[in-house]
T-cell receptor, first 115, second 113 residues
Framework: GAGVSQSPSNKVTEKGKDVELRCDPISGHTALYWYRQSLGQGLEFLIYFQGNSAPDKSGLPSDRFSAERTGGSVSTLTIQRTQQEDSAVYLC?????????????FGSGTRLTVV | GDSVTQMEGPVTLSEEAFLTINCTYTATGYPSLFWYVQYPGEGLQLLLKATKADDKGSNKGFEATYRKETTSFHLEKGSVQVSDSAVYFCALSEETSGSRLTFGEGTQLTVNP
């Protein structure tokens, strides 16, 4: 597609349930990033995939969070046993290799509400 | 580690006023610098970027110059419009951090007619 696509756009879940968030990056973009945007917390890096390299998971806040990227394209962010503090907008971005030169394209995000 | 500090908001201006949003950074190497904009209800959009010292990024009447000596990347616009109302994020990316973006806290801009 023309842009980064994220689904669902909104997700309401009960505390303790697992959720999966999906990101379809721009075709040909080798790098994919997940960020979290919370009220009062700004934009927080979660995880970074680059080609076939091992992902940089240094931003994941706990072991309840995991992500995978299949076939170098679509990525899924999974949050297990959701907590209320997980409520946020989860943003995905993709770029060509060397995104720091070309810039990063963001999706519209998934707004997660844990009740 | 890398960090970005933005001018605290919110900022409220009248249409056609001059805008400056300050941004300073801390980095270990030579980062690329970005301004992103988030319009109400939308995702982040790249506004402009600069990849080396003294570069000027510009787009839609906005400008920012990469100042290595003051580690700054202030955003300016000579005459703002109501449609510029949005949240503006300054960010940096370093190769040493895997090219991921480190963001400032964001500055809410409201332009009144």
């Amino acid at each position: 597609g023309a842009g980064v696509s994220q689904s669902p756009s909104n997700k309401v879940t009960e505390k303790g349930k697992d959720v999966e968030l999906r990101c379809d990056p721009i075709s040909g973009h080798t790098a994919l990033y997940w960020y979290r945007q919370s009220l009062g917390q700004g934009l927080e890096f979660l995880i970074y995939f680059q080609g076939n390299s091992a992902p940089d998971k240094s931003g994941l806040p706990s072991d309840r969070f995991s992500a995978e990227r299949t076939g170098g394209s679509v990525s899924t962010l999974t949050i297990q046993r959701t907590q209320q503090e997980d409520s946020a907008v989860y943003l995905c971005a993709s770029s060509f290799t060397g995104g720091r030169s070309y810039g990063y394209t963001f999706g519209s995000g998934t707004r997660l509400t844990v009740v | 580690g890398d960090s970005v500090t933005q001018m605290e908001g919110p900022v409220t201006l009248s249409e056609e006023a001059f805008l400056t949003i300050n941004c300073t950074y801390t980095a270990t190497g030579y980062p690329s610098l970005f301004w992103y904009v988030q319009y109400p209800g939308e995702g982040l959009q790249l506004l402009l970027k600069a990849t080396k010292a003294d570069d000027k990024g510009s787009n839609k009447g906005f400008e920012a110059t990469y100042r290595k000596e003051t580690t700054s990347f202030h955003l300016e616009k000579g005459s703002v419009q109501v449609s510029d109302s949005a949240v503006y994020f300054c960010a940096l990316s370093e190769e040493t951090s895997g090219s991921r973006l480190t963001f400032g806290e964001g500055t809410q801009l409201t332009v009144n007619p």
